[in-house]
């Protein structure tokens, strides 16, 4: 592939610019408000892909936002990789911890700053320009097809439905993602291992109305107090999650491979002065690494009640809520979590107050495998970049879709990131590397190179 | 005082229409961005008093809101009462629990509805009427002052500084203020008591930037997790306050006094039925009554952090925020308890996570004595509008401005409230009574006229 270069180094800035278009449009799937964006962005990139070459590229619709599929065979006998990827982006806000509008792309310190500008825009549109590259260049070396969803941050909730009716035509020999991160640009990595996630919001009600602190302090159940109280049962003074039954189907994970794992560089240290925090905090027994990856945990996201406002309000809430989420390991179900957890909460619930849980929605823990031909081609084509052979890893984040596909579609992916983990995803400030934006350009065709000739 | 019967029959349709006027103007003094409204609230009560006659009606310049002033002195040699009220209001958020907007009142089953309307504009407004009566009758039978505040809401800052300053100004032998309950229009009542109030802000920081849930869930302290922890600490299982310290200075209400208390009709069914809760919940030991009046309690009154839109965001955020207040019973120091909250919240803070506290606002309990003039007179005024002597009550709100006339102009003060504890102050769809607002119209001139005569 290393004839592709001139045309690389020629089309370089034009390959950044269509991000920036791309990573301006606000295609938050959380919000109702910025459905016409979402859409929008879906209609950019089916440009894009009909642009660079692909063909019978349409909008699948959706009981929500469209598929965008696109595919280009070049002959049936000849194997077929998949890249999937998605075109919405998580809420921005806080807006004002931002330093520059989140849907103002900008360019500073080597970064693209912009939400979505690592996840996934910028991954998922590294997909269309190596494809537009090979296209232009008579250099693809087997079939592709693309799709790329719009309810990736929301749960990917009719994605099932839209591969199960289209099993045929998404028929593929490998699901290609870039949606994970790399340890480090100098220190490439493929994603082996993901959590998965049980997301539910739980609402706490005392009095049926707010009421003076004055009057009724101390006399009736705070919502807000008993929510605290809740919670925080939630874990045991080891910070092992305090959910009856949390842990039974927990795979271990043998002592040869966590000391597997341990080789990988990691300094908590570092990691500490990154976070600025005195000390790490997390399930006793595990290191850093390991709570991170094979380890289940629970996290609060979010907790609202009574008066947020400036200044003093002496009210007593009627209600209060939490966004509580767990993230998952392999052999756990995300679904019989949500139940233990939902029938757990409720059953703590104090004669005080009403407690309601809904559950916002889940995936299940996914390994992938190393030992396929699409595993070791992702590894060569990184060596080939990168000059260094990629150290495989389990990590943190949740892509539900992997489980889905390897079930529906029995096809396995390989997770072939190059983001940061520094990379602020979900976060203000969000960015993407240009050296990641570019490699992750550079080395896909590999990807498809070795792939081609190693499935010979 | 009959001879006033026919000018407040001809003019009751303008007492109430002015009322509603003075409602319209969102005067929260909490939130700047309603400056120019609160300082037209000021304006506006300027212009009654003057239009009913007072004299020397300034507004007096404070480094906050202006306080109105105004007077009548028909003999130096005569009793002086100095009204006080507020002409600030309460935030009214959250407005989408409002059935009518907070700021444009409505008359709906006999209640005035809107922000302010029971606390204090609706109970402050009877003086002015009751003292335009009386002007206008020739039938003020002492002298009167006014001294109404913008900044009774954020905890009155100014107004001691203002006290102060004006010591033979404000000169007189009763404080008068109407901001309090009765127990029921069948059940008059005064209040005699009133907690104090210490009011903080919490901020618990984990890392230095909002986190990807996945990517470092479980590896590093979730501030809402540790905050939940901190703040569910507060409370022993008996629900008594677990701050060391707390209830050392509590004036102990000796056995003969608590059955006189229980004497005062009260249905905890009812009481549990109006707030559609199973069970109340409160300090052991104590009846509902006395958790809400001899009791010390602390409350959870806004609490915020991560993500709190809809759907689902995968944080785990930098920050989370409480805002905790105390109330507090005679005895109890509002500037030691602020102390003695900020070190123990301090000294409880884990070495994940950093911890910042700050003072919103206090103000002392405060005992009024029923052996005075002041109250004998406010006893018989009321028995003789509601055909039934008052009972003497100590309640749970905090009225810190009372202490502080006391300290600084040995004056004691009168709780002459007409309002109801159901009036929803401070909460969605606040209202008043035309039943309470025109009985206090009514009853203030026989206080006038009582505390003049048994003054003698």
Known sequence: MEKLQPYFESNKQRFLDELLDLLRIPSVSADPKFKDDVLRTAEYVKAKLLAAGAENVTLEQTKGYPVVYGDKIIDPKLPTVL???????????????????????????????????????????????????????????????????????????????????????????????????????????????????????????????????????????NPINIL???????HDKDRKVNIPGFYDDVQIVSDSERAEMAKAPFSLSEYEKDLDVNEVLGEKGYSTTERVSIRPTLDVNGIWGGYIGQGAKTVLPSKAYAKVSMRLVPNQSSEKITKLFEDHFKSIAPKYVKVKVTNLHGGEAAVTPTDTVAYKAASKAMEKTFGKAPIPQRTGGSIPIVTMFERVLNTKSVLFGFGLDSDSIHSPNEHYGLFNYYKGIETIPYFFQYFTEMSK
């Open 83 to 221: 890249v999937y990827g998605h075109y919405d982006v998580q809420p921005a806000d806080p807006y004002e911890l931002w330093h520059s509008p989140p849907f103002e792309p900008v360019i500073k310190d080597g970064n693209i700053y912009a939400r979505g500008s690592a996840d996934d825009k910028g991954q998922m549109y590294m997909h269309v320009k190596a494809f537009e590259m090979m296209l232009k260049n008579n250099s693809l070396p087997c079939n592709v097809k693309f799709m790329i969803e719009g309810e990736e941050e929301v749960g990917s909730e009719n994605l099932e439905t839209y591969v199960k009716a289209n099993t045929s035509k998404l028929k593929s020999d490998v699901v290609l993602i870039s949606d994970t991160s790399i340890i480090a640009n100098d220190t490439p990595s493929i994603t082996t291992g993901l959590r998965g996630l049980a997301y539910l919001e739980v609402e706490v009600t005392g009095p049926n109305r707010d009421l003076h602190s004055g009057v009724y302090g101390g006399a009736v159940a």
């Open 228 to 234: 605290c109280d809740m919670i925080s049962s939630l």
